[in-house]
């Protein structure tokens, strides 16, 4: 019986704070919560694992834009190799770049989705060369492709697709040589 | 790729295959997919999109349709008895809304 005047209040705070919650800010109040823990976290994780590639292959990036390596060594052979990633941007981002676009200028929400996404494909093309066994990953070329396109003001879905690929290719051992 | 079925050849997207020899060009081979997304992966995505990263449907979706359009490109390359593809080069683009376009394309040559 005492508990009827807590408990009137209590409805009346979940049926104020609860509807706006769920139809007005909630969902962009946790994508500002979580996503950027979340963009962050898998960013450092990216940042790790391309720290364990770089030393697998011996304290040196695998990868290369140009078509020769100048290290001296002879290619003997090689293929495709090819790695993609398709990310998009939180909500909470798509409405800070809807507000930034009133008064132009640069937008660094967007910077930090596609820096992540660009060092993901790359370093999954390290990865696929270091499963391959190869030396070196020559001729690497990205490519961005809009596959969701954002119709902007209250739209609420973007995604981009990094697609990187190169050539493995093998160098003669000292070894082989012999 | 290399399964039963699938034409064994080099690719690569360099001016030559490395350390082989172009003996003969057969010319300008390309394959090409339309892929849509269904409907409930969009869901998903667009769930998926309320604290953004990774969108992990449309990567496997995208690489499959890749595979496709470069298995087309080898088997017009077989086809024209080829045993390599040079200077591959692979483009995407949004042909309807929710449908995207893969295209590979690379020259077909005859190596040593």
Partial sequence: ?178 | MQTGGVPQLMISNTETIPGRTITATLGLVTGSTVRAKNVFKDIGAGFKNVVGGELTTYTNLLSEARNEAMLRMMQAASGLGANAIVNVRFATSAVAGGAAELFAYGTAVLVQ
């Fill in chain 1, 1 to 178: 019986m005492a508990d009827e005047p807590t408990l009137g209040i209590l409805y009346a705070l979940v049926w104020t704070i609860g509807p706006p919650l769920i139809f007005g800010g909630g969902p962009l109040l946790f994508s500002w919560l979580v996503g950027n823990a979340y963009q962050k976290r898998k960013l450092n994780e990216t940042a790790a694992r391309e720290q364990a590639s770089m030393q697998a292959f011996g304290g040196r990036d695998p990868l290369t834009n140009t078509v020769n390596i100048y290290t001296g060594e002879t290619i003997t052979h090689g293929h495709l190799l090819t790695a993609n990633v398709s990310i998009g941007p939180s909500w909470w981002q798509l409405l800070r770049t809807s507000l930034k676009q009133l008064i132009g200028g640069r937008i660094y929400s967007l910077d930090n989705v596609l820096e992540f996404g660009r060092r993901e494909a790359l370093q999954r093309l390290r990865e696929i060369a270091q499963a391959e066994g190869v030396d070196y990953v020559i001729n690497v070329r990205l490519d961005t492709a809009e596959i969701v396109t954002n119709k902007g003001r209250n739209s609420k879905t973007a995604a981009v697709e990094i697609f990187a690929y190169g050539t493995g290719v093998y160098v003669a051992k000292p070894t082989d040589e012999a």
